[in-house]
């Protein structure tokens, strides 16, 4: 169950530092509103920049990363505990 939960919170890490890196890749960044795919893509799979946006706060990149990280892995706890309660339930 720890080791799921790890590899959430890992999982979770390295989407938030790709589009990092992606972001930093072009000047100016890549990630705008005038690129819908891509916008949506990562406001999708980051959901405190989806915060960010919608209350219009600024945040820096690393607590994208930390709170990206935190969501994923409170996302996998939730996951694992659910199957299992499911899996005692049978």
């Known amino acids: 169950m720890k080791f799921r939960i ?15 890196v992606y972001s ?7 990630i705008t ?14 959901p405190i920049a989806l915060a ?4 219009r706060f600024g945040i820096s990149v690393y607590w994208v ?3 990206n990280t935190l969501t994923y892995g409170l996302i996998g706890l939730i996951v694992e505990t659910m199957r299992q309660k499911l899996r005692h339930a049978h």
């Open 6 to 20: 790890t590899v959430c919170a890992g999982l979770g890490f390295l989407v938030a530092v790709s589009w990092a």
């Open 52 to 55: 960010s946006v919608r209350f």
């Open 24 to 30: 930093f890749s072009a000047n100016p960044s890549p």
């Open 65 to 67: 990363i930390l709170a």
């Open 33 to 46: 509103p005038a690129e819908p795919i891509v916008w949506h893509l990562a406001l999708l799979t980051q």
